[in-house]
């Protein structure tokens, strides 16, 4: 297996370990870079099919930015604040519960999915009211939108490069790209080692740091504006740790999605927020550090790149 970031060989580090609902895989390293990759005993898209039932996906919904929004969700709605009636035309990929898209409407943008999924589209066009839906990335137009949006979706891309190489002919030259994914250089993952909660979830399948990311779009012709790591997810990093070692994953059809949170007791989310609050300020060094949870990179496409 050959590194996507650098094309060096890469190592297998860890054999026949097991995702959440129980797919095999091994966890590959490159020897150069550090980049990682699994390699799953079964496909990708039989693991997308077994994850992603439709209905429990949808459910999942909010199609809004919650109230005292998370910092995730901070730094999308200042970018969308900035692109707010100048005309922008945004693309996002996987747009999830479609939060970004729904703000970014509010604001005048003009706004396109992409998504693999018939019934996520006919929510983000019907409930989101997202002006173009793509389930085919060979359908949209090529230098054409000014930003592309891409949270949490790179590390579920078996071939990264392919899909930024891809992606960055949609993007006019200047335009701007904003990618977040996991930390492969997160703090809890040297603590945790391949219990790390990010390695678990089954269809991830690539890990990167921050000079990955960077490296990767840059030799797709962008320019970095901004680059960061933040937060620690030391709540959820624990708490999974601990879940997952005191049972084996079975091959279990992912239980119903969990109920929107906004109805659990008032007392019991303060108190939640409190404790990421302090431990976030606590690990604000390992996040200069470039140690943080969640990696956000925000690059420019180089005019002479079009
Ligand atoms: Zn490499």
Redesign the pocket.
């Known amino acids: 297996m050959n ?1 996507h ?4 060989s890469c190592e297998c580090i860890s054999r026949d370990q097991l995702s959440d609902h129980g797919f095999v895989y091994d966890l590959y390293r ?1 020897h ?4 990682e990759s699994k390699l799953n005993s079964e496909s990708i898209e039989d693991i997308y099919k077994f994850v992603y039932d439709e209905n429990s996906f949808i459910n999942k919904r909010l199609g809004k930015f919650k109230k005292g929004s998370n910092p995730e969700r901070k730094y999308l709605k200042a970018i969308m604040d900035q692109y707010a009636n100048r005309g922008i035309k945004l693309l996002e990929i996987g747009p999830g519960s479609g939060a970004t898209l729904s703000y970014a409407k509010e604001k005048n943008i003009v706004t396109a999915s992409l998504d693999v999924s018939e019934k996520n589209n006919l929510y983000y066009e019907n409930e989101c009211d997202v002006d173009y839906v793509f389930n085919d990335i060979n359908d949209i137009q090529n230098n054409f939108y000014d930003a592309v949006v891409m949270t949490h979706v790179i590390e579920h891309v078996t071939n990264p490069s392919e899909m930024i190489a891809a992606i960055t002919k949609k993007i006019k030259s200047g335009g701007d790209i904003i990618i977040s994914t996991p930390n492969s250089n997160a703090i809890f993952k040297h603590i945790f080692g391949v219990k790390w909660w990010p390695y678990l979830i089954d269809d991830h399948v690539s890990f990167f740091n921050l000079q990955h990311i960077e490296k990767l779009l840059m030799a797709n012709g962008f320019s970095t504006i901004n680059k960061y790591t933040y937060g620690s997810n030391m709540i959820h990093s624990l708490n999974s740790y601990l879940k997952r070692n005191k049972k084996k994953p079975s091959r279990l059809k992912p239980k119903e999605a969990p109920q929107d949170s906004s109805e659990s007791p008032e007392h019991l989310k303060s108190l939640r927020k409190m404790i990421m609050s302090i431990t976030d300020v606590l690990m604000a060094p390992c996040a200069w550090m470039g140690m943080g949870y969640e990696i956000v990179y925000i690059g420019k496409k180089n005019e002479f790149d079009s």
């Open positions: 590194c970031i650098c094309q060096s490159c150069i870079c550090g980049f």
